[in-house]
């Protein structure tokens, strides 16, 4: 998709309202076009003859053009209004549409900025209907004033004719350049927002390592470029405005110059003057209306390609079409699988089994998730769930079989039993075992955004007992420990035995606690598994063993 066909699909999905809109809107600018017109006949008709019953016709027919002005301006604006309004939220849900979809997406933007996207290019990137009613309205004052000015005076017609297209032609020419700037200006913005989002992320760390003067000192580096951006977008918005407003007075200047002279010659009467002098100044607004036109659309085609460089990212995993599984197969199963610093990694899960692996590397932890929850588009070998080819899956029986709970736990404002997603009978001995008893009490507690309030074992913990709480086929934790001490490390890990009883249960993990309840344990050195047994035999007999895991 590209931000042209974007655009057009916005005024697509809103016809039905935009045509209303623009017939209410060109309405208006008629009506506009016609009050100097009307008021040469008023002169003509009524104040020169010096007769009450034309002026009284004259005074009813300006009541009625202005109640028309008025409602039509209204109702035409509130239809583009809400087209603007529907057409922006319809973007935002399809950029998070996008951002959400488990196969990913290989725009290679970072959080800020894909926020950035979803809420300020997907507002600007509606308002193209702003501009396409706005021009057909203004086009719409444009001609009946030129008709205007044919039937006053065939020249003074034709003058405003060739001279309006020209100077239209003048301002488009600025354009494309508003176009770049206004693009530089946004991506500008939305690295600055994703450097902010970031920072804010890792306040906590800065403070740690003493890193915040620096992350301060990024940051204004930043803001400064996005403000040089912008002020480049704004001068040539300000250059733009100077040439339509300067051309405009020039043509007005001319018509009503010529439009004076006919007037001194007896050519045109006092009445068609000034229907001559007011539609020149009225073919002033309706001017500068498409040059607002063209910059709001030049911002709207800015914004369009942002977003449709989201919308038609290519997926970083293909999703197959398959559903079933087979229940006498392997839930999972890595065959000479290599993928980053995984090297010929063969790996069985059964139903029911617990397995821990040990790293010594943590790269090979993150290939190994990658690997076995289906967001690795590069490996070489074969990942089977059930039987199946992992990438002749549907996407969502992959999500579904498969379920990986992270250490660094996302949590998002409400309550703690929000967050949990499911209430169910076994909440509390869920909660128990992931060692989370201590929050049973506060589970309609409010929670801000990533659960501030919490301390990083308990936003862990929470995130565990949320993941026991789904009963995925399989489950794969990734150090679920990390932040709460040995004490009850240890009863998360007789928790988590005890509650995926029967189901299986993959754990990178060097924790002692958690791999001796494991069935078996698998340690990855290199990128390759050198030992499979037991916690407590690898622990008496791998020096290499011991040194990872013992504390």
């Known amino acids: 998709m590209r931000s042209g066909e974007l655009l057009r699909r916005a005024v697509r999905r809103h016809r039905g309202r935009m045509v209303a809109g623009v017939l209410f809107m060109s309405l208006h600018q008629a009506s506009e076009a016609a009050v100097p017109v009307a008021i040469g006949i008023f002169v003509d008709r009524a104040v020169s003859s010096g007769d009450i019953q034309p002026l009284l016709w004259c005074v009813l027919m300006m009541v009625v053009l202005f109640a028309v002005l008025s409602n039509a301006w209204k109702i035409g604006a509130r239809q583009v209004v809400r087209a603007i309004e529907y057409e922006t939220h319809l973007l935002r849900l399809e950029i998070a549409q996008r951002v959400l979809d488990p196969r990913g997406q290989r725009t ?10 979803a809420t300020s290019d997907a507002e600007k990137a509606a308002v193209v209907m702003r501009a396409v009613a ?11 004033s030129s008709v205007s000015l044919l039937v006053v005076d065939v020249p003074l017609g034709l003058g405003v004719l060739i001279g309006v297209p020209l100077l239209v032609l003048g301002i488009q020419a600025l354009s494309p350049l508003l176009t770049r700037r206004t693009s530089s200006q946004q991506e500008a913005v939305a690295q600055t927002t994703a450097l902010a989002t970031d920072l804010v992320g890792g306040l906590r760390t800065l403070r740690g390592i003493g890193a915040q003067h620096n992350a301060a000192e990024r940051y204004r580096r930043s803001s400064q470029a996005t403000l040089r951006a912008t002020l480049r977008a704004a001068s040539t918005n300000g250059l733009q405005d100077g040439v339509t407003t300067a051309l405009s007075g ?25 229907t001559v002098v007011g539609l020149a100044q009225f073919v002033a607004e309706p001017v500068g209306g498409l040059g607002w036109a063209s910059q709001i659309y030049a911002m709207a085609k800015a914004s369009a390609a942002r977003l449709a460089g989201v919308l038609s990212a290519e997926p970083l995993v293909v999703s197959g079409t398959r559903t079933a599984l087979d229940p006498t197969k392997p839930l999972l199963e890595l065959n000479g699988v290599s993928y980053k610093t ?7 899960l059964k139903t029911g089994e617990s397995v821990g692996v040990l790293c010594y590397d943590p790269r090979d932890a993150d290939a190994l998730l990658a690997v076995v929850t289906g967001r690795a588009p590069d490996l070489t070998g074969t990942v089977r769930i059930g039987g199946t080819a992992i990438d002749e899956l549907d996407i969502d029986v992959v999500r579904g079989t498969v379920l990986l709970e992270q250490h660094d736990t996302d949590l998002f404002e409400g309550t703690l039993r929000s967050n949990l997603l499911v209430d169910s009978p076994s909440l509390d001995r ?10 049973i009490d506060e589970l309609d507690r409010p929670l ?6 919490l301390s990083g074992g308990q936003r862990q913990r929470l995130g565990l007992a949320r993941a026991l709480l ?26 988590l035995a005890d509650v995926r009883a029967g189901l299986t249960t993959l754990v990178l993990t060097s924790s002692p606690a958690l ?3 494991m069935d078996r344990v698998v340690v990855v050195a290199d990128g390759v598994i050198v030992a499979e047994g037991l916690h407590a035999e690898l622990a008496a007999a791998d020096a290499a063993y011991q040194e990872a895991v013992l504390r």
């Open 515 to 517: 791999l001796g309840k």
């Open 342 to 348: 995984l090297s010929a990694t063969d790996l069985t």
């Open 250 to 274: 020039l043509l007005l200047a001319a018509v009503a110059g010529v439009a004076g002279w006919f007037a001194l010659n007896g050519r045109i009467t006092i009445g068609e003057l000034i």
């Open 134 to 144: 706005i021009g057909f309205a203004t086009s719409t004052a444009l001609i009946v």
């Open 430 to 439: 869920v909660m128990t075992a992931a060692g989370a008893a201590d929050l």
């Open 448 to 453: 801000a955004d990533q659960g501030q309030a």
């Open 470 to 495: 789904a009963e995925p086929p399989v489950l794969v934790l990734h150090d679920p420990g990390t932040a709460v001490d040995a004490v009850t490390e240890e009863l998360l890990a007789e928790g």
């Open 108 to 117: 290679g933007l970072r959080a800020g900025e894909l926020l950035s996207i």
